[in-house]
Structures are given as structure tokens and as C-alpha cells.
């Protein structure tokens, strides 16, 4: 199964990527493999995490405050976003 970042979803990677490696030196990586391993756990189980909407669910990320949204669209996963789980909740709703 392949997935697809919503544009918006991949700039919030790369910005948390920048932000966290630029508090300590090799965390934005650790960062980033968390959020690809919290995307493999979505592909392996794709209908497992919590629905918070229609069709879209949310997959918690270890070690770091975010989640990953997404939905499934035939055999494709698209994320709409990596989400600070103490930002506003619903801000990326519009992105679908």
C-alpha cells in the first residue's frame, strides 16, 4: 500500500523536523523516524486507530506529542496531518 502527504501535511513534517532537531542535534531525525514508523503501523493496519471523523483516523506517534491523520482511499493512505496533539484540534478539517 502506498501513501501520499496532503501538501499542507508535509510541511508541518519538515517545520517539526527543523524544530526539533534544532533543540538537540540528531532529534529531528529521531523525530521523523518516528513519524515513518507510525506510518508503517498504518499501512500493516490501516483500519486499527481511532476514527475521529467520517472516514479519517488518528495514529499516535511514540516518544513525541503528535499524531498522524489520515484516511484510506482504495489502497492508498492519505495524511492530511502531523498533528501537535496541543494544537487547535480540528484545524486541518478543510484539507480533505
Not at 5 to 16: G, Y
Not at 25 to 53: C, H, M, N, V
Request: glycine share 2%.
Amino acid at each position: 500500500m502506498k501513501f501520499y502527504f496532503h501538501p499542507k501535511s508535509e510541511d508541518e513534517l519538515n517545520d517539526s523536523i527543523d524544530y526539533y532537531e534544532k533543540i538537540q542535534s540528531g532529534l529531528g531525525f529521531e523525530f521523523a523516524d518516528e513519524i515513518y514508523s507510525t506510518i508503517d503501523r498504518i499501512i500493516s493496519f490501516p483500519e486499527s486507530w481511532q476514527k475521529i471523523d467520517d472516514k479519517i483516523r488518528r495514529c499516535l506517534v511514540n516518544r513525541f506529542p503528535f499524531a498522524v491523520i489520515y484516511y484510506q482511499k482504495e489502497k492508498q493512505i492519505i495524511i492530511l496531518a502531523i498533528m501537535h496533539l496541543k494544537r487547535k484540534p480540528n484545524y486541518w478539517k478543510n484539507r480533505k
